[in-house]
């Protein structure tokens, strides 16, 4: 067709000699040296083409001609000048750059021809390659980046452990024998505590601090950049208290990179040297944020309990995991021979767990999930893009085959359809890094406590994930139209062009496939939304057990320096709670170690004298609250047995109330009052059962049994406690005399996380919340692209078949008939995608089982309800392309062929 | 009929440039001239593919350029034949005469018989 091309494009004869070696590598050189030299070669080449239309003029003007003839008519048997040059320029070497250039100039022109068509593809690629990359990035910094420490993997965190569910911190006891004994370490550290009370500068302050023994930066590996950490012996009682800041920390406090070394601060009463400034970005190590990280002074322990300390350790470079496995079980034997008077469980070992595996917990699973429906998103704004190209491809037949017919290579239109999607993919993949970064800030910025949350961010790594996924979406809805855009036969398409083209029925099905495929990843989607969504207001319905109106909570902390012990520290709480409850607004108060519905302070464990576990066996282990006898009265608990403490209860005789779960698990169809137990590994003096309550949530809302012990706060002196008021009316007013009651009393104790309870309720479910809208989002964008897809798809068809349905209409075909055909066309493939999706469902709804609460991964109603709205959303974009069939004039149809 | 000639043309044009450049170095001009005249003025070249047809030839290896002052004291590019280009003109030679004597004994056949 264009001998020109062809002949380009054989292969040139076999060089012979080496002279013909020398002149082919002389074309060599000269293509690369022309490659390098663009403009050059064009000015010579416009020189030349000059120099050659001037000699024509004059040898025309020689024959005779006035020079105005000769030029136009040396023009003319030139040619165009532009083409030639374009032509020549072709055969540089620099073709392959310019064609690029060119093919990519051409595709902009033609989506700007197309601008609905363009708008539609760029935003529905740009919202799947956002959403799919700002949810990768939060994958990618949770659960697959290493912690942000050197050699993050050899890092463990040491618990107790007496079954696979139940496992908690370490004592001292534990940790001076780990200190003391372990072979698998490189050193060992412990932390305690979260927060502390900053006094000395203005308004008393509780900040974040977590205290921690000696070895604990270099165990964890980040060191003060300026001066030091702590010296081996800090941490032993009577040594010099020091602190370590937090760079944040300094700044807030002190102003930018003021020199603090040796300065003191008073926490929580004891001054505190502070010997360095951790590195900035280091606002939290190990998962725990904090201001300032005091010294940890531990004293030789007289017990085995209690367990309040989270113990670390970075094994040596050539101890596995299992080597610390055996090396703590070793300890655990050893110790527990000496305090086997106080504690008894022989099944509790010391146990080593991966901090990664700690820090991440169960998020990595739901943050996965979210990561396949994200992608279940993108591959359905990719169907719908693919479909689009389809049909435009079909509508440019036409100009194909006129093209390729002009001469135009298929190599050339392959190029060329291939740079307009890729082009399509870029600007797709462009917004969708846009959509990302906004997209990650949002989630960032609503996530209910995330884990290292901090490290998320747009890097290099992620944004080659957002190119990679953009490419592939370029391949991937590209290659349809590319087979189809290109009929081998080109006449056929030149002849078939705008209307049914034989051609057409293979392409046809490969676009139905493409809607089945939408409705499949559509309903897994939904239905995942769905459960969430259940699961969600289930839980929001949930009785926490008290009402939780007119109800504020805050936190107290009395410091050790000046509440030394337990008469002191019951002096002031009793004087507190007089002085709030005489407040007019408040109806009561009370305080507890433990504040529903998700913070369960303290368990403890306890033997019953009637039914003991056997010697070595474990205790029963429940939650464990000390309240003053206001508490569940503040709280509207109601009694249900025997009655609630009272300003009686000092101790002696020894009671307790428990909750109805806890009296229905260990005597089901026995009277609970005057029961006895031994609390805390205790066998002195046991404790009797003088009331049952009802079941107040502590471990959080979704908890479905609520075993609880409540015993008199009266001798236990705790300095931190939860302070609760029932407000008369509301909550809010109220607030600031308790305040001035706490002040009026102590003017350092400042009061900490004031929320009112319906407040707390509400964080309480802000990760079902989260989780839930996301997956709502996506769910909800996905069915309605699915929904765009086969109603595109659909009014295509009906567009195709508009002169076949006009016939059958003008062959007295039941308009009905001819709706119900097209409906079928289209519901067949929505329905097949349904029964795809049900199956996919099926299989992947169990991995959201964590993450639900009162309803079942298989729920039958959900599974049902949400395939009815999907069906009907399918009906429902069926049905307008199906009306328009019945509506096509059959005179002015068959005229317009 | 002209549509023929034309592609009869354009497939020859290198052979035709080839062989115009045996006798000595020429400028784009100078070929399409020489090619008028060779022919007896029965191609009239579509002179503006000369340069397109020409770079190809150099890319190929076949011919060189370079610049040079004309007779009349103008700047010009002149393209000189290579020895590869040599042999591939004796190459396209052969290839030639082979089909045209294979073409002209067709038509003789067929004038035979009617």
């Given amino acids: 067709m264009d001998p020109f091309v062809d002949r380009r494009e054989s292969a040139p004869g076999a060089p012979a000699g080496a002279d013909v070696t020398m002149s082919w590598l002389r074309g060599v050189l000269q293509k690369t040296r022309e490659t390098f030299s663009r403009r050059r070669v064009d ?34 048997t030139f040619g165009g000048v532009g083409r030639v040059k374009e032509r020549a320029r072709e055969e540089y070497g620099f073709r392959l750059l310019d064609q690029a250039v060119r093919d990519v100039r051409h595709a902009a022109r033609g989506l700007r021809r197309s601008p609905s068509f363009a708008i539609a593809a760029v935003l529905t690629l740009g919202l799947g390659i956002g959403a799919t990359t700002a949810i990768y990035s939060i994958v990618d910094a949770v659960v697959l980046e290493p912690l942000p420490y050197p050699e993050s993997d050899r890092l463990v965190r040491i618990f107790q452990q007496n079954s696979p569910t139940n496992r908690w911190s370490i004592s001292v006891a534990d940790f001076q024998a780990v200190e003391a004994q372990q072979k698998v370490f490189e050193s060992v550290a412990a932390l305690r505590g979260g927060t502390a009370t900053l006094t000395g500068s203005g308004r008393p302050e509780r900040i974040s601090a977590l205290f921690a023994t000696s070895e604990w930066f270099r165990t964890i590996g980040v060191e003060p950049t300026e001066g030091r950490g702590f010296l081996p012996g800090e941490d032993r009682p009577g040594a010099e208290r020091v602190v370590v800041l937090s760079d944040a920390f300094r700044e807030r406090a002190f102003g930018p990179g003021a020199a603090v070394l040796g300065q003191t601060i008073t926490l929580d009463g004891h001054p505190h040297v502070i010997v360095g400034v951790l590195p900035p970005g280091r606002g939290s190590l190990a998962g725990y944020p904090a201001d300032v990280w005091p010294i940890l002074q531990l004293h030789p322990p007289t017990r085995r309990g209690p367990f309040f300390l989270r113990g670390f350790g970075r094994l040596l470079p050539e101890a596995s995991f299992e080597d610390a496995r055996t090396d703590l079980d070793a300890v655990s034997e050893r110790i527990f021979p000496i305090w086997a008077a106080g504690f008894s469980d022989e099944n509790a070992r010391l146990t080593p767990v991966l901090l990664r595996d700690v820090i991440v917990g169960d998020v990595g699973g739901a943050l996965f999930l979210l990561l396949g429906a994200v992608a279940g998103v993108l591959l359905i704004g990719i169907a719908n893009v693919a479909n689009l190209l389809l049909a435009r491809a079909g509508g440019r037949t036409r100009e194909m085959a006129l093209r390729a ?365 989260y989780w839930t809208t996301l997956l709502g989002v996506f769910a909800g964008v996905g069915l309605l692209l699915a929904a765009i897809g086969i109603y595109g798809v659909l009014s295509y068809h009906v567009t195709r078949q508009t002169r076949d349905i006009g016939i059958r209409i003008t062959l007295g075909a039941d308009p009905a008939a001819v709706r119900r055909l097209v409906l079928r066309q289209g519901m067949s493939r929505a329905a097949l995608g349904i029964g795809i999706g049900l199956v996919g469902s099926l299989l992947l709804t169990r991995l959201l089982e964590n993450l639900l609460f009162g309803v079942s991964p298989t729920d039958p109603l959900t599974f049902a309800t949400v395939t009815l709205v999907l069906t009907a959303v399918a009906l429902g974009s069926c049905f307008v392309p199906a009306r328009r069939a019945t509506r096509v004039d059959p005179i002015r149809t068959l005229n317009a062929e | 009929m002209s549509i023929l000639r034309s592609e009869l043309l354009r497939g020859t044009l290198d052979l035709l440039v080839l062989k115009t450049l045996t006798l000595e170095p020429m400028h784009g001009w100078g070929i399409s001239q020489r090619i008028r005249q060779m022919s007896g003025e029965v191609f009239e070249i579509n002179q503006g593919s000369l340069y397109p047809a020409l770079r190809r030839l150099q890319r190929k290896g076949w011919v060189t350029s370079e610049w040079r002052t004309t007779d009349h004291n103008r700047r010009a590019r002149y393209y000189t034949l290579t020895p590869a280009g040599r042999a591939q003109l004796g190459e396209e030679e052969r290839q030639w005469t082979l089909s045209s004597t294979a073409v002209n004994r067709l038509l003789e056949l067929r004038l035979a018989r009617t």
């Fill in chain 1, 405 to 769: 017919s002009l001469g135009a290579t298929r190599t050339r239109l392959v190029r060329q359809l291939l740079a307009e999607n890729l082009l399509l993919a870029a600007l797709g993949g462009a917004a969708g890094v846009a959509i990302a970064f906004i997209g990650l800030e949002t989630l960032v910025a609503t996530s209910p406590g995330l884990p290292r949350l901090e490290e998320v961010s747009l890097d290099p790594g992620v944004l080659g994930f957002a190119a990679a996924v953009t490419l592939t979406t370029g391949l991937l809805f590209g290659l349809a139209p590319l087979l189809h855009g290109v009929s081998r036969d080109v006449a056929v398409g030149l002849r078939a062009a705008g209307r049914t083209a034989t051609a057409g029925v293979r392409w046809r099905r490969v676009r139905s496939a493409l809607v089945t495929a939408e409705f499949a990843l559509a309903l897994p989607l939904l239905i995942g939304a769905s459960l969430l969504l259940g699961s969600f207001l289930r839980l929001r319905h949930v009785d926490p057990g008290y009402d939780p109106h007119d109800l504020i909570s805050a936190q107290l902390s009395l410091p050790a320096s000046d509440y030394a012990g337990a008469v002191e520290t019951m002096r002031f709480w009793n004087e507190a709670l007089r002085r709030i409850e005489a407040i007019p607004g408040v109806a009561s108060a009370g305080i507890s170690t433990a504040l529903p519905p998700d913070n369960s302070g303290d368990t403890n464990n306890f033997d019953l004298l009637d039914k003991p576990v056997a010697s070595g066996a474990s205790q029963h282990v429940v939650p464990w609250s000390w309240i003053s006898p206001g508490y569940l009265r503040t709280l509207q608990v109601p009694l249900l047995e025997g009655r609630l403490l009272d300003e009686r209860d000092r101790g002696t005789p020894a009671v307790v109330v428990v909750s109805r779960s806890w009296a229905d698990r260990y005597y089901p169809d026995e009277e609970v009052l005057g029961k006895q137990l031994y609390a805390g590994g205790d066998t002195g003096t046991p404790m009797t059962v003088i009331g049952v309550v009802g079941d107040v949530k502590l471990t959080g809302l979704s908890s479905s049994d609520d075993p609880a012990v409540y015993e008199p706060f009266a001798q236990a002196g705790f300095r931190t406690v939860n302070l609760l008021v029932r407000a008369r009316g509301s909550a809010s007013g109220i607030l600031r005399q308790v305040g001035a009651g706490i002040e009026s009393l102590d003017a350092e104790l400042p009061l900490a996380n004031v929320e009112t309870m319906t407040e707390r309720l509400s964080t309480a479910v802000s990760g079902p919340r």
């Fill in chain 1, 43 to 76: 000015e010579e080449l416009d020189e030349e083409i000059q120099f050659h239309l001037e000699r024509e003029v004059e040898r025309l003007i020689a024959k005779g001609m006035d020079s105005e003839a000769a030029r136009s008519l040396a023009n003319r």
